[in-house]
C-alpha cells in the first residue's frame, strides 16, 4: 500500500468520527420516535464549550465533559418544546440548529485567536506494530477508539438489551407501550438528552481534537450529513459506521485533490461542495426504495405523543 493511500485512509477515519458519533446519538433518538434536527447547533455550542473548558482549565476530558453538557443542555430546551409542549418536532429541530450556531458564533468572538495543544495520538500496544494495518486502525486519538466503543454499545443497547427494545417498540408505537407500562415521554427525553450529549461529544472532537482551534465555521455542514446519514444507514448501526466513513471519505478526497494541483481543470468551489452533493444524491437514491425506509424507520417517527 501506498504512503499517500495510507495517509488518505487515517485521515478518512478522522474525518469520519465525528459523523460516527453525532450520527448515532441520533439514530437513538430516532429510534425513540423522536426526530432533533438540531444536530448543527449542539455540535457547534459543544465545540466551543469543549475548547473554552480545555483552554482554561489545560484539560481535555474537563473540556469533553462541559461539550457534552452543552450539548445536553441544548436538546433538553428541544425536549420541552417537543415533547412537552408538542410543538412540530421538525420547526423545533430547524430553530435550534440556528439558535446554536448564533449563540456558538456570539460566544465564541473572544476565542477566536486562540489555539490549543495538539493532542497527540495513543497507540494501542501491540496492535499498534502491525505493518499497515496498525499505522491506519490503531494510531489514533482517543476519541477515535471512544467512537468505535460507542458503536459496539449502541449496537448492544438497542438489540441485545430489554432497554433497547422499549426504546424501539415506543418508536413503532408509542400507545401500545404506554398501555404496557411505559412511561413514553421520559424515556424519549432520556434518548433526546444522549443524542444531545453525543452532539456535543462530535463537536469536542471537532475543536479540541481534529483542529485544536475555535472556528464558528468548523462544524462546516457536519450536524446536517450526521442527520442524513441515519436516513442512508435506514435506521441500522452498521450502516451508520459505514456511511460516516464514506462521507468522511469525501470530505477528506477533496482536500487531498485540492492540494494535489488538479483544481486547475476542476473548480475548487465544486470540490468543496462534494461531500454535500454526494448527501443530496445518497438521499435522492435512498428514497426511491421507498419499500425499505417504511421497513426500518420507525413509524412515530416525528409524531408528537401525550399520554392518555
Known amino acids: 500500500m501506498t504512503p499517500l493511500l495510507t495517509a488518505i485512509l487515517i485521515a478518512t477515519i478522522i474525518s469520519g468520527t465525528p459523523l460516527v458519533i453525532a450520527a448515532l446519538g441520533e439514530l437513538v433518538v430516532e429510534k425513540s420516535g423522536v426526530l432533533n434536527l438540531g444536530i448543527e447547533g449542539m455540535m457547534a455550542v459543544g465545540a466551543l464549550a469543549g475548547f473554552a473548558v480545555t483552554y482554561h482549565t489545560g484539560q481535555a476530558g474537563l473540556g469533553i465533559l462541559a461539550a457534552m453538557l452543552a450539548g445536553m443542555a441544548l436538546s433538553l430546551v428541544f425536549a420541552v418544546l417537543a ?17 446554536g450556531l448564533g449563540l456558538a458564533g456570539f460566544l465564541g468572538k473572544p476565542y477566536e485567536a486562540l489555539s490549543l495543544p495538539q493532542i ?25 477508539y471512544v467512537s468505535w466503543a460507542l458503536f459496539a454499545a449502541v449496537m448492544v443497547f438497542l438489540y441485545k438489551t430489554r432497554a433497547g427494545l422499549l426504546v424501539r417498540a415506543i418508536g413503532e408505537s408509542p400507545h401500545s407501550a404506554h398501555a404496557i407500562g411505559s412511561n413514553v415521554i421520559a424515556i424519549r427525553y432520556a434518548a433526546t438528552l444522549f443524542g444531545g450529549a453525543m452532539a456535543g461529544l462530535a463537536g469536542a472532537f471537532m475543536s479540541i481534537f481534529f483542529t485544536p482551534l475555535w472556528d464558528e465555521r468548523m462544524i462546516s455542514g457536519r450536524g446536517w450529513i450526521a442527520a442524513a446519514l441515519v436516513v442512508f444507514a435506514t435506521w441500522r448501526p452498521a450502516r451508520v459506521l459505514i456511511g460516516a466513513y464514506l462521507f468522511g471519505g469525501v470530505m477528506i478526497l477533496q482536500l487531498f485533490i485540492q492540494g494535489s494541483g488538479w483544481q486547475i481543470s476542476i473548480p475548487s468551489q465544486f470540490l468543496s461542495a462534494m461531500p454535500y452533493l454526494a448527501t443530496i444524491l445518497v438521499l435522492v437514491v435512498i428514497s426511491q426504495n421507498r419499500r425499505t425506509i417504511r421497513l426500518h424507520s420507525p413509524m412515530s417517527l416525528g409524531v408528537s405523543y401525550r399520554p392518555d
Do not use: K, Y
Open 120 to 144: 497527540h495520538p495513543l497507540p494501542i500496544p501491540i496492535l499498534a506494530d502491525i505493518p499497515i494495518v496498525g499505522t491506519i486502525f490503531f494510531h489514533h486519538q482517543i476519541l477515535v
Open 83 to 99: 415533547l412537552t409542549l408538542m410543538a412540530n418536532q421538525v420547526a423545533c429541530g430547524l430553530a435550534l440548529s440556528i439558535a
